[in-house]
């Protein structure tokens, strides 16, 4: 069973199909989503875009992702729009570097106990029938400087609750347990291996 | 197989076990809907916001559903704000005839061709870890007086493509095959069929 995964990004790719090793589900990319627009008004809406685009084009099962981090004292931002915070003239290029530095800028007053936030992960699976959506929420706050040089987007300034180190410095090996994306995909899985798999077995 | 419909509707619990007969589902309500607030941006949010909502209380298995019109010469609306369209003390108080006689008079000035209009219905079926949603849409025109008792909500100056009668005139016979509703509730049977039927046949 193959299955597209909406995205240009080959580690997420990686990632995935490691995910689902030993189910005999694969995942593959080679849609360029470079004309996608993410207008959606939520982290569903921006994977179901992508999902669409792909959908359209090969007629066969697509899964595909949209994140973000919400900061409590930004009133949820940077949400939807994290990829691109710091990209001001809609350029498509803020690099994470620069996100980061947005994002400590706009909480520098912004004490200690005040700076929680959670990354966001939607999941989005379509055949052309049901639209499945399956979202995965990590709790944490948010460092007044970068620590760590693993992980990516705002990794290096995230403290999960429980640790007191960043995603950028605790790497995989806690990222893909505990991680927004790591509880989305865990559900994914659960449904696709219900819909393809446990069946047959 | 017992699945909670999120409605206070009974003829809607009705209509949807009247098309799941046979394959062991049976939908039940129950739950006090009253207080839910429906202010998503779309369709799937007020759908996900009704399921949830009796997901909480019930634990299990949840479907529910959340239908509007768009009218294109009125930029899409009534929308999301079809039920309460005519509504403005914010009451919910608004009933099919005020509603149908709000968009006639927006639309008095705009000549036949041009008062087109959809349906869209979405479902939503959710289990704790997914959230599905199924999407139909009929396609029609909204005609300048109201004809025909059958059916509810636009019903009765609304003519889909192909037709010559409303809906309040063509009745269940043709609407349960062409409507909204039916397109995205088959889409929900295939799901259910699949999700819990097929594969212990």
């Known amino acids: 069973m193959k299955i597209y995964l909406a995205t240009n990004n080959k580690g997420k ?6 995910l689902f090793k030993d189910t005999g589900i694969e995942f593959i990319g080679g849609v360029d989503l470079s004309s996608v627009v993410e207008d959606g008004n939520d982290y569903r809406e921006n994977a179901l875009i992508k999902a669409l685009f792909v959908y359209k084009l090969s007629g066969t099962y697509v899964v595909s992702e949209d994140s973000g981090l919400e900061v409590d004292a930004l009133q949820g931002a ?8 710091a990209d001001l003239l809609k350029a498509n290029n803020a690099t994470d570097n620069d996100n980061i530095a947005k994002l400590l800028s706009a909480l520098k007053d912004v004490p200690k106990d005040k700076r929680t936030a959670k990354y966001v992960s939607a999941f989005c699976f379509i055949d052309g029938g049901a639209e499945s959506f399956f979202m995965g929420e990590v709790h944490g706050k948010i460092i007044d400087s970068p620590r760590g040089n693993r992980g990516f987007g705002y990794d290096p300034v995230f403290v999960p609750d429980g640790y007191d180190k960043t995603f950028a410095e605790l790497g995989d090996e806690v990222k893909n347990k505990i991680s927004h994306r790591a509880v989305a995909s865990a559900k994914l899985r659960d449904f696709l291996v219900d819909k393809f798999v446990r069946r047959t077995v």
Not at 13 to 18: A, Q, T, V, Y
């Open 78 to 85: 940077p949400g939807i729009h994290s990829a691109r915070y």
């Open 13 to 18: 790719i990686r990632e995935i199909n490691s």
